[in-house]
């Protein structure tokens, strides 16, 4: 199979994007960008989303327990970019404020089952809280690019 192909045949495909993050030491906050999160049951609430087993961040991420998910808002293009190369960033700055000042809904989720699959490992975790924030514009990606919607 031609990875790169497929890859672009799944391009094709409009994402959401999010933030997963983790608590961390020394006031940091510890983060990946991630378009695989989906709900996969409402009663009860479960979600899912995969990592990358080739990723730098796949050391930091591979034994999460407990975890916030920020769904990004168009206006969090930089939080994206920053929490995709890199994982790490002190609480009070501005990426962070943007994160949580800015993002359409968050998540406080709980991992109750992993599984390894291909190149991914593949979380399952229940929702213990939400939050609905006031209605934005969605961050979206197509064709390997950010792109805003209309209407």
Same mark, same amino acid.
């Given at each position: 199979?031609?990875?790169?192909? &497929? ?19 020394n006031s940091l906050i510890t983060g990946?960008? @991630?378009?695989?999160? @989906?709900s996969i049951s409402l009663k009860p609430?479960?979600? +899912? ?7 730098? $961040?796949?050391?930091? %991420? &591979?034994? #999460?327990?407990? %975890?916030?998910? &920020? ?7 930089? @939080?994206?970019? &920053? ?9 009070? $700055?501005?990426? @962070?404020?943007? #994160? #949580? ?20 490992? %593949? ?18 990606? %197509?064709? +390997?690019?950010?792109?805003? #919607?209309?209407?």
């Open positions: 199979m031609n990875i790169s192909r &497929y890859k672009k045949v799944l391009s094709k495909y409009a994402t959401g994007i999010s933030v997963i993050t983790k608590k961390s030491k990946i960008t @991630v378009n695989s999160f @989906v609430a479960y979600i +899912s989303w995969s990592l990358d087993k080739t990723t730098s $961040s796949y050391k930091k %991420f &591979y034994n #999460l327990k407990f %975890f916030n998910i &920020y769904i990004l808002s168009e206006k969090q293009t930089n @939080v994206s970019n &920053y929490f995709s190369s890199r994982n790490e960033i002190q609480k009070n $700055s501005i990426i @962070v404020k943007n #994160l #949580l000042k800015n993002n359409l809904a968050e998540l406080n989720c709980k991992t109750v089952k992993k599984i390894n699959i291909g190149d991914h490992l %593949f979380f399952v975790a229940k929702v213990l809280q939400f939050k609905l924030k006031k209605e934005k514009k969605p961050l979206i990606y %197509f064709s +390997s690019k950010y792109k805003k #919607l209309f209407g």
